[in-house]
């Protein structure tokens, strides 16, 4: 839930219903037809736009928004806010598909420890009831930077995305128990992500899933 990269269910019957709460907690809130089962890479640039030259001092740290964009724009070779914008629509399909299918050895790197943590309880739970669970991104409908932080360590970047996904659950008889096959779903979710100020690695990580939530 809500940067990488270069950019969440659960008990039959009785118990599904408390691990598909849980999984829409963690992945995000739907429009629609809900689908509780539903739910870094690099971000690589391209080349910088003119702006100002913001120092980065104890006496001026920028603080909006806008400036530390702007800041990081400037003194990060690897960061414009449109190649950092298409990282994340990268990030977020292989997050999203990864966990459905259970792997998470090929985006450990990308999540943080909290976040990997969730995803493998909700994987568990969904292995001990045989479950089978299938995201597919058809679209984006709105993907965009809605808050930065910057301190002396790190920045945070949280990105708001509207998706159309495809999603459903199947039981251990390949039912659908949730979700639909053939008809997406708008799914919106507010993902943060992070990375050390100073690293040379273009990579971000994805600390939180709708940390509003």
Do not use: C
Request: avoid cysteine; aromatic fraction near 8%.
């Amino acid at each position: 839930m809500g940067n990488p990269f270069d950019p969440m269910n659960i008990i039959l019957l009785v118990f599904a219903v408390v691990a598909f709460i849980r999984l829409r907690a963690t992945l995000g809130k739907r429009t629609g037809n809900e689908d509780p089962l539903d739910n870094k890479n690099i971000f690589q640039p391209k080349k910088n736009r003119d702006i100002k030259n913001l120092e980065k001092t104890e006496n001026s740290i920028p603080h909006s928004k806008e400036e530390i964009l702007d800041y990081l724009t400037l003194n990060d070779k690897n960061f414009t806010q449109e190649s950092f914008l298409e990282g994340s629509k990268n990030a977020y399909k292989m997050i999203v598909q990864n966990y459905a299918s259970g792997d998470l050895n090929s985006i450990k790197d990308f999540i943080g420890k909290e976040v990997y943590d969730g995803f493998s309880e909700a994987i568990s739970s969904r292995d001990v009831l045989k479950q089978k669970l299938f995201n597919e991104v058809v679209e984006f409908n709105l993907v965009d930077i809605i808050d930065a932080k910057l301190d002396k360590n790190t920045v945070q970047i949280k990105v708001n995305f509207e998706t159309k996904i495809i999603s459903y659950g199947e039981d251990s008889t390949g039912q659908i128990i949730e979700g639909n096959k053939d008809s997406p779903q708008v799914i919106k979710d507010i993902w943060v992500f992070q990375k050390p100020l100073k690293s040379k690695n273009p990579a971000w990580e994805l600390i939180s899933t709708n940390p509003d939530d």
